[in-house]
């Protein structure tokens, strides 16, 4: 006996792996990513009388076919590691839909021990099972179970502790067993196959798998004899599809014989619990009533709630980057050290994605109870028909509304969200338009230029911009999947409805924790390579040089006017010389720094205590002055750091004027010019890139008031762009172009995660940024063309969308209909 023993839990989809998982393994769990997949790939260990194992939790699939990436990661893992043994989980209250994939893998050769779980659930719905009858029909040892009470683990563990031989099916196929027969003969031979089921491989070529033909491709000098001659069975039995439906047959007639001699129905004609709940929230009127309702639970819960923690969370985020700061270099008075400044930005970056994880706690967990209760398939099973028609899955739906559907959502957690799609081309499809939505960063652009150009017509702008998103990324979503998707891989619906259950809060928190911190970790690897570009493109090359002269020579007078009011203070000896007045300016930043992260008086006491014992000769400048001298001093400070503020400010608008943005920015005017935006709009799209937000805060710097003046944001904007001769049309195509932009810097490196592909990665930033400047151009050239008003404009573009939809929305009859796909078949 090895020291290790490899062991892999196998089994469909909501029959209760993971909560067996999470028995066996406990809290030592280590969970990644398949290598060139997205599926998670869950591995733990335990120790059972001195023997050491190692378990791994295979994706859920209904068989070992090339359908699906869970499908291939399954069998590849079968049959590259060569488990010591597989514990197929099966449902006890569905073992009819189960088997099958038994058969498949008792034929791979392999050592099986089956765990028939829920078997409370089974006992419920009157189903007597004969144990001992079930292991003899299948030659393997059978371990009742309920893995969300606990109840059989140490029996599964004394089995799987157990040597067991491997047990070959004894499935006959029925017409095609002489071909199974013949072509198992022929591999047998083959020494080159040593370690390969015959049978299971006769069994794929009959099916005509891809991979079972590239394994021979691989391992045998020339194949084409057995390859030739699984084509000629495959086509004396009718075809390939006809040799797979005889193949899927025999196995499900074996399923329903071993069902009819191993299980008694005891309470025949009852309807399960199951049912009966179905019939309410899967009904043709009230479905779409639940639905909504649950998501907006989801909704409220994850998105508004989380970010009510993020108040929380955020000080000790924020307290970090205090200490970081205090780590760091000092700031300068004018200009801080460069090793300083790209410090705090990388912190910063990773403190934004950081922030999301009390929402990620919550949704992952939300989605575990969904997927744990059995509702999650009953959202795709309601929703996959319409979306299906623009290239979308069912389980888009979820991804979609944490993005922020009408207003308010966040695309980072509606990226994530979609791992769950078992499609992979309308997995693609969904995250490359959730961006679309409209996350709340957005809702700040949107707000002014509302306010400015369409003070009359909020409400109705509003409910275009909300909408028009949706219709844009189902629109989107058909181009993409009938062009750059169109190849991908697409898997066949299997509509699986499996019964309610009451999840476990252990597996519910342990799925969330897990998923969150996969998440710190992956985009861990990633933020700092884009958070360094960006860096470099909004700081470098730096401000002119005459302009930097310039800027220093103001900062000298400030500082001569700080120390000619401190001339007969006797505070002035704390300050003899400009590096002892730096480090008092910075002493105070960072006590106002921590002074916002005081929660309490208490705090704030000791805060004070603590200053005072570091930096006793700056108290009279910082801390609540008591006598003239102090109050003069403190005067004086403030002075000055306003006065510091402001330069600092101002060499952030000219260093952002000056940078490569800025520079990029006015280089796009000549293309840009065709949607009415100057060099100012292009900089503040592009600042926006690391955080939607920021394309405001850049406006403010950009359209800056006059020293004295005391006027809004939008009051200064619309005075400069009514001055440039820009409308409420620039404004409608800025919009647009602002709801297709591209993803924020957080949602980009989601992008890069959930695909694994920097080509995702870069083309999520490429295709949005052509399709919204072509859509801006076309907006404005045409509704000007037209001299139509901004409302006007948009109200032609909301019902051509609407239109659009319709028509790819749609039945085509000429096209067919396919045939429906019950629970556990192929289509």
């Not at 001195?50 to 069998?75: F, W």
């Not at 309920?146 to 491997?166: D, N």
């Not at 309470?267 to 179905?278: K, L, W």
């Amino acid at each position: 006996m090895s020291d290790l023993r490899l062991v892999a839990l196998a089994g469909q989809q909501n029959a209760g792996k993971s909560t067996l998982f999470n028995l066996l393994t406990g809290l030592t769990q280590h969970i990644a990513n398949y290598p060139g997949v997205t599926v998670d790939k869950k591995s733990g260990r335990y120790s059972h009388k001195g023997q050491s194992v190692e378990v791994v939790d295979l994706p859920g699939c209904y068989s070992l076919t090339s359908y699906s990436p869970e499908e291939r990661v399954a069998r590849e893992f079968l049959l590259n590691d060569r488990p010591d043994m597989v514990v197929n989980v099966l449902d006890a209250s569905n073992l009819r839909r189960g088997l099958p994939l038994t058969f498949q893998l008792l034929e791979m050769g392999v050592p099986v021990v089956v765990a028939l779980n829920m078997m409370d659930v089974a006992e419920g719905r009157g189903l007597e099972i004969d144990l001992a009858a079930l292991s003899r029909r299948l030659c393997v040892p059978v371990v009742p179970v309920v893995g969300r009470k606990g109840q059989g683990a140490e029996a599964l563990r004394e089995a799987i502790a157990a040597e067991h031989g491997a047990r070959p099916a004894t499935l006959n196929y029925g017409a095609l067993e002489p071909a199974v027969q013949e072509l198992q003969a022929l591999l047998a031979d083959e020494g080159a196959l040593k370690g390969l089921s015959a049978r299971w491989l006769a069994v794929k070529l009959l099916e005509d798998d891809a991979e079972a033909e590239r394994l021979l491709a691989e391992r045998l000098d020339n194949p084409h004899p057995i390859l030739d001659l699984a084509h000629r069975r495959r086509t004396a039995a009718g075809g390939t599809d006809a040799a797979s439906e005889a193949i899927a047959a025999a196995r499900d007639g074996l399923a329903a014989d071993i069902v009819a001699t191993c299980i008694t129905a005891t309470r025949a004609g009852h309807v399960p619990m199951s049912e009966r709940i179905d019939r309410l929230l899967l009904h043709r009127l009230f479905a779409p009533v639940f639905l909504v309702a649950i998501v907006w639970a989801i909704y409220q819960l994850s998105i508004v709630q989380g970010y009510e923690l993020t108040k929380v969370t955020w000080p000790i985020l924020a307290g970090f980057r205090n200490v970081a700061a205090g780590v760091l270099p000092d700031a300068g008075f004018l200009i801080d050290p460069q090793l300083r400044a790209l410090g705090l930005w990388m912190v910063d970056s990773a403190n934004t994605l950081l922030n999301y994880v009390p929402i990620f706690l919550i949704l992952f967990a939300l989605i575990a109870i969904l997927e744990d209760s059995g509702y999650m398939a009953r959202i795709a099973f309601i929703l996959d028909r319409i979306l299906n028609r623009f290239g979308l899955h069912g389980q888009s739906t979820l991804p979609f509304i944490l993005a922020g559907v009408f207003a308010g959502g966040c695309a980072v957690p509606g990226v994530m969200a979609t791992k769950g799609i078992p499609d992979h081309r309308a997995r693609m499809a969904t995250i490359l338009t959730v961006p679309f939505m409209n996350c709340m960063a957005k809702i700040p652009l949107y707000t002014l230029l509302i306010n400015i150009y369409f003070p009359d017509t909020k409400g109705l702008m509003l409910f275009y911009l909300s909408t028009i998103t949706v219709i844009a990324a189902l629109l989107v979503a058909k181009l993409l999947t009938t062009s750059v998707l169109r190849h991908h891989e697409t898997a066949p619906f299997v509509m699986e409805l499996p019964n309610y259950h009451l999840p476990t809060i252990r597996g519910v928190v342990q799925r969330a924790v897990d998923r969150t911190w996969l998440y710190i970790k992956k985009v861990g690897t990633v933020v700092v390579s884009i958070a360094m570009v960006i860096y470099v493109l909004l700081q470098f090359p730096g401000v002119p040089a005459d302009r930097e002269v310039a800027y220093q020579a103001r900062a000298e007078a400030a500082i001569a006017q700080f120390y000619d009011a401190l001339a007969d203070n006797p505070h002035r000896a704390a300050v003899p010389d400009q590096a002892a007045l730096v480090r008092l300016v910075n002493a105070q930043a960072d006590y106002k720094a921590a002074r916002m992260n005081a929660g309490s008086k208490a705090a704030a006491e000791a805060l004070d205590a603590r200053f005072a014992e570091r930096h006793p000769d700056f108290v009279p400048f910082v801390l609540r002055a008591r006598d003239a001298d102090a109050r003069s001093a403190a005067a004086a400070l403030k002075d000055l750091t306003n006065a510091r503020t402001t330069l600092r400010r101002e060499m952030r608008q000219d260093k952002i004027e000056s940078s490569f943005l800025g520079m990029i920015g006015h280089g796009l005017e000549p293309v840009t010019q065709f949607a009415d935006f100057d060099w100012k709009i292009n900089v503040a799209l592009l600042a926006s890139f690391a955080a939607r937000e920021s394309s405001v805060a850049t406006l403010g710097v950009l359209f800056d008031q006059e020293e004295g003046e005391n006027a809004t944001l939008e009051d200064r904007m619309g005075a400069e762009q009514a001055a440039e001769g820009r409308t409420a049309l620039s404004a409608v195509a800025l919009m647009l172009f602002f709801a297709l932009y591209p993803p924020c810097l957080a949602t980009v490196i989601m992008v890069r995660v959930q695909t694994d592909s920097y080509r995702w990665m870069a083309f999520s930033i490429v295709f949005p940024t052509i399709l919204g400047l072509a859509v801006a151009s076309a907006v404005f050239t045409l509704g000007n063309a037209l001299g139509l008003s901004g409302l006007q404009t948009m109200t032609a573009i909301y019902l051509a969308g609407v239109a659009a939809l319709l028509i790819v929305a749609l039945p085509k009859p000429w096209l067919g209909r396919p045939a429906p796909v019950v629970a556990g078949e192929r289509a």
